[in-house]
T-cell receptor, first 115, second 111 residues
């Protein structure tokens, strides 16, 4: 099985712009979660999507949004970028509900730099 | 709110020796999952080991084992026969509905 893929791997934007990141989960996984990783704040949960619905949300401003498509692929959007949004954005997929299969499998991440 | 604490920002160990990484968490829930993830310089998060809270037996995966103390809300990771490839950031994680991570421990295995 192919792993979780994320595109693009690297991205450079300027303040005020918006950005869209994409995540393709492992085949058969219907849950996709997004995380932001920074040296100062560590790994922080952004949101989780399951069957095209946002199921959980972390403590991030409304500039951070996401969606999930019928094929379980997910996109994350950040509008009005700020310097502090520079981070590694990780996507993870899982199959909740299957006994013994509750761990998340992570993608390689998208490194976003805001100038 | 669930929180995860890793009190050791950095640790080092000699190759072939044993090292234990600490993790504590705070929750009022009874059923949850605990994980240790490894993040090498490539930044790829790799699952090392997991533990279901309802299981009393400590999980083991080859050279990796945990000491799960539910009453103390402690979940430490023991790495035996440390190898150079074990050098990485190690994150403890707690999961009910979503996953919460500790701040991480940077482990260096010295030759």
């Amino acid at each position: 099985k192919a792993g979780v893929t994320q595109t693009p791997r690297y991205l450079i934007k300027t303040r005020g712009q918006q950005v869209t990141l994409s995540c393709s989960p492992i085949s058969g996984h219907r849950s996709v979660s997004w995380y932001q990783q920074t040296p100062g704040q560590g790994l922080q949960f952004l949101f989780e999507y399951f069957s095209e619905t946002q199921r959980n949300k972390g403590n991030f401003p409304g500039r951070f949004s996401g969606r999930q498509f019928s094929n379980s692929r997910s996109e994350m959007n950040v509008s009005t970028l700020e310097l502090g949004d520079s981070a590694l954005y990780l996507c993870a997929s899982r199959s909740p509900g299957l006994a013994g299969v509750n761990e998340q499998f992570f993608g390689p991440g998208t490194r976003l730099t805001v100038l | 709110a669930q929180t995860v604490t890793q009190s050791q920002p950095e640790m080092s160990v000699q190759e072939a020796e044993t090292v234990t990484l600490s993790c504590t968490y705070d929750t009022s829930e009874n059923n949850y999952y605990l994980f240790w993830y490894k993040q090498p310089p490539s930044r790829q998060m790799i699952l090392v080991i997991r533990q279901e809270a309802y299981k009393q037996q400590n999980a083991t995966e080859n050279r990796f084992s945990v000491n799960f103390q539910k009453a103390a809300k402690s979940f430490s990771l023991k790495i035996s026969d440390s190898q150079l490839g074990d050098t990485a950031m190690y994150f403890c994680a707690f999961m009910i509905d979503d996953m919460r991570f500790g701040a991480g421990t940077r482990l260096t295995v010295k030759p």
